[in-house]
């Protein structure tokens, strides 16, 4: 039962809004690309496996060519050592891309409020969603994910979300 | 025993001055004559120190009583066929001035004098590639001195090339630009990491290829340093627990044994037998747990994804029973100084059982997969070899120097906890390529399993804290109601144990090997210095050795073998 326009355009046609379609594609097939450098990554490792299953939620490609992939998740505590790598990895996954920054570590530096920790990744790249937990369960992890394709939905295409930020690196 | 050791020394060093300290022997040695003690200390067949397995600095600035000198090295060894343990202690006058370095005897000082100079700017002269190791190059400073703020960050802006680095390694195999010319080749440089999945974590290892062979790799470490040493010396003893957590993070409960062995073994504390019996249930609980993962990604590593599922599944399902123990999956934080956090809960035997049922199954489905393959024989078998004596000389410990053929376990050379009266084996390899690595891992899991199932019907009822009020926190019911109670906890909780000063060295048989605490206590309750001798960043420095000369491949799985871990890596 089409109306409006699309009653003149047959069954064989939907006519959409482009957010909604393009948005429905990215949402359900992010590829994650796992920046895991600690902890968190046995737990997202737990995640992956059989018991949580992500790929429930269509984003068990995962990649380790940013090249590849839309989603980065910032798995354990990002060194200032690291923090050059971390931006250069973001910088090489093509647009449009997301960021989960998985447990205290990579949120805020964690218990390691030190000379040779970086006080939460956002200090270096932009982050969409916060994992909290020291490490988080997989649970969350999932959650995380459920609230990145929230997220998605309500995007739009045409805007470029993180033209304005400014890390220590820049 | 360490009696007639201390007789050697006595006789072949008379102007050194030494003393028991635990169970290692201190021996004081002048800057000048070090190498020449160090050189006779490994080649003299009667003390055979063939193993150092570590080297640290303390730095006595703000140490309540006054020394000599503001900095001194520790070096320590190991003779591990009679069990002997040795720290030789040297006073550094000037640390630019510095000390002769060791690395010619023994391969592990490479990595063990970068890492002193990089915390505490101590030169070692002579030293082939002094340069920093875990902080990285654009860092000015010395994280470890006392007069280093711990909250002073330092950027970095770009990593380091390591260049200069691969051509010199090249240069030391006779590889130069003009023999490139001469066979009219290029060299390939390529970067393993520090982001990529082969490398388990965060490390780069950098190679010169010759097609798909490896000419010459240098690896490059530091990118997990999580300044673990320098944080620790800002909590009381209690509060470094968690942090233990975070060394070997696919064995956190480890970590918090050895830990707190370590400062129970300072303090003389007896800890009650059910603890102990727990302490050894929960220890080879997750060293069976950390043998899972470890097998499991290496098989992944080399194609077998169905391993990953029969063997992760089975740490998967056990995460059940420890998180009902201990209330997390990960990081158990179990331990306290003078017994557990808890007890077991009720009907824990039941689920332990069920679950090492599940274990031995897992292993099963997976060596049913592994053991008559023709694949894994083929990539496994004679490739990155690693020879006894370069084990000895580069301080690996745990499976991967048993894998070399040398029987050495703390566990039964060196026993606590009641080891001795347990019957198990050691399973030890033949050659020390990869397949002897995964297949000592395997026989370890079902020693482990051995162990646990006598300790179960051995523990015995009763108490697992020791009711000393100057270590343990007194019953919340003594708390709420006395005065004694209340002030007792709240000195332990604000001020800490208070451990007696002294420094001390305290060893225990991880999943990876031996890892040892080294502590300088000033008398409070926080630790004044604590080193962490991890059994990864000796396996790491080693790494080099076994892959020149092997397939660009062949170091991938390598890496899977030898188990590195990036938390106790860097710490």
Known sequence: MALGIEASLGDSIVTTKLDAIVNWGRQYSLWPMVFGTACCAIEFMSAAASQHDISRFGAEVVRFSPRQADLMLVCGTISYKQAPILKRIYEQMPEPKWVVAMGACASSGGIYDNYCTVQGIDTVIPVDVYISGCPPRPEAVLDALIKIQEQIRTESVLVDRHKDFKGILD | ?571
């Open chain 2, 1 to 571: 025993m360490n009696e007639t050791l201390t007789d050697k020394l006595g006789v072949l060093f008379p102007d050194n001055r030494c003393r028991q300290v635990l169970d290692s022997i201190v021996m004081d040695v002048a800057p000048d004559t070090l190498v020449r003690t160090m050189e006779r200390l490994k080649t003299y067949p009667d003390l055979g120190f063939t193993m150092l397995l570590d080297i640290t600095a303390v730095d006595y600035l703000t140490y309540p009583e006054e020394t000599s000198t503001r900095f001194k090295v520790v070096y320590v060894l190991r003779n591990w066929s009679r069990n002997w343990l040795l720290q030789v202690v040297v006073e550094v006058a000037d640390p630019e001035r510095g000390l002769p370095s060791v690395s010619t005897i023994w391969g592990a000082a490479d990595w063990a004098e970068r890492e002193v100079y990089d915390q505490y700017g101590i030169v070692f002269t002579g030293h082939p590639d002094l340069r920093r190791i875990l902080n990285h190059w654009q860092f000015k400073g010395h994280p470890l001195r006392k007069d280093y703020d711990i909250r002073q960050g330092q950027i970095c802006f770009e990593t380091d090339s390591l260049e200069r680095e691969i051509r010199a390694r090249l240069a030391t195999k006779g590889v130069d630009e003009s023999t490139m010319r001469d066979i009219n080749t290029e060299m390939m440089f390529l970067n393993l990491g520090p982001s990529h999945p082969a490398t388990h974590g965060a490390i780069r290892i950098f190679t010169a290829l010759d097609g798909e062979t490896i000419m010459a790799n240098v690896n490059e470490i530091g990118y997990l340093h999580r300044g673990f040493e320098k944080t620790a010396e800002h909590r009381t003893y209690n509060q470094v627990i968690p942090l233990t957590d975070r060394l070997n993070y696919c064995s956190a409960l480890l970590n918090n044994i050895a830990y707190v062995k370590a400062v129970e073994s300072w303090l003389g504390l007896e800890i009650t037998e059910r603890a102990m019996f727990m302490r050894v249930v929960l220890s080879e609980f997750f060293r069976i747990q950390d043998h899972l993962v470890c097998l499991a990604a290496n098989l992944v590593d080399m194609g077998g994804l169905t391993n990953y599922w029969y063997l992760y599944n089975e740490k998967e399902a056990s995460y059940d029973l420890i998180s009902r123990l201990t209330g997390a999956r990960l990081t158990s934080s179990f331990t306290r100084i003078g017994g557990m956090y808890r007890d077991f809960y009720e009907g824990w035997e039941a689920d332990m059982e069920h679950q090492l049922a599940a274990i031995e199954k897992g292993v099963d489905d997976s060596l049913s997969l592994v053991l008559q393959n023709r694949i894994v024989h083929d990539r496994t078998q004679g490739t990155c070899l690693l020879p006894a004596e370069t084990a000895l000389s580069y301080g690996f410990t745990g499976p991967n120097l048993r894998a070399s053929g040398v029987a050495f376990d703390l566990r039964k050379d060196n026993p606590y906890y009641h080891y001795d009266a347990f019957d198990f084996n050691v399973p030890v390899g033949s050659t020390g390529d990869i397949y002897d690595r995964i297949m000592v891992r395997f026989e370890e899991i079902f020693e482990s399993i051995k162990i646990i199932r006598q300790a179960m019907k051995m523990i015995p009822d009763g108490d697992i804290f020791v009711f000393d009020h100057r270590y343990v926190l007194p019953p919340k019911e003594q708390v709420y109601n006395r005065i004694e109670g209340l002030a007792n906890h709240f000195k332990l909780i604000f001020e800490g144990v208070k451990v007696s000063a002294g420094e001390w060295y305290d060893s225990f048989e991880a999943a990876n090997g031996e890892l040892g605490f080294y502590f300088v206590s000033d008398g409070s309750g926080r630790p004044y210095k604590l080193k962490v001798r991890p059994p990864c960043f000796y396996a790491m420095a080693g790494f080099h050795t076994m892959v020149e000369g092997e397939m660009i491949a062949d170091a991938v799985i390598n890496l899977g073998s030898i188990n590195i871990i990036g938390g106790e890596l860097d710490r």
